[in-house]
């Protein structure tokens, strides 16, 4: 089993659309998480962090549950602007502190 | 956060050479790190790039084919050695930083892709 493991997708939504994504990771003792969006041929970048009560940024929500270790990530109101690659990213609680990224779940958002 | 400058961008190499790649970090940091991102694959650490000891690498990753220097605290590179198509890659600088929640969050460069012929 993965460490951190997602659906590749592609999401394929129209604009306005709700759209979810879920990833799991398999430690259990891991200590953060994090959303990276990743464009096209671009460097991932910080998308949002994810709080255990979860948390709101805009149309973006992210979720946790440590029960069945699993983040989530809700991305209301579809814009085309979202269309990217977003990557799951856990810190375990290991030496060193890696951090590790799942996958990514490729989202494309059409008019 | 800061601000990561890295080059080459982009470069095609024959198999048996070596390339350097170079990753300059606006302001001081303890902790910079290499990544490697293959086609259509997430990121995976190659090491962790210590100023004044030798670079700590993840399992699956040798010295001898990625050395890499840290000579300050704000500069790094890694050497790609004796390419081979499956070094094909993306590789990524990243600088390590706290967001407000106190949570360690990583800024990457741009990445330098390579191509091997």
């Known amino acids: 089993r993965k460490e951190v493991e997602q659906d590749p997708g592609p999401f394929n939504v129209p604009e306005g659309a709700t759209v979810a994504f879920n990833c799991t990771y398999s430690n259990s003792a891991s200590q953060s998480f994090f959303w990276y969006r990743q464009d096209c041929r671009k460097e991932p970048k910080l998308l949002m962090s994810v709080y255990s009560s979860g948390n709101e940024d805009g149309r973006f929500t992210a979720q946790l549950n440590r029960a069945s270790q699993y983040i989530s990530l809700l991305i209301r109101d579809s814009k085309l602007s979202d269309s990217a690659t977003y990557l799951c990213?856990?810190?375990?609680?290991?030496?060193?502190?890696?951090?590790?990224f799942g996958g990514g779940t490729r989202l494309m958002v059409k008019p | 956060s800061a601000v990561i400058s890295q080059k080459p961008s982009r470069d095609i190499c024959q198999r048996g050479t070596s390339l350097t790649i170079q990753c300059q970090v606006d302001?001081?940091?303890?902790?910079m790190f290499w990544y490697r991102q293959q086609p259509g694959q997430s990121l995976t650490l190659i090491a962790t790039a210590n100023q004044g000891s030798e670079a700590t690498y993840e399992s699956g990753f040798v010295i001898d084919k990625f050395p890499i220097s840290r000579p300050n605290l704000t500069f790094s590179t890694l050497t790609v050695s004796n390419m081979s198509p499956e070094d094909s890659s993306i590789y990524l600088c990243s600088v390590s930083g706290t967001a407000l929640s106190g949570a360690n969050v990583l800024t990457f460069g741009a990445g330098s892709r390579l191509t091997v012929l």
């Open positions: 990213v856990v810190l375990g609680n290991n030496a060193g502190n890696m951090l590790t």
């Open positions: 302001s001081q940091v303890t902790m």
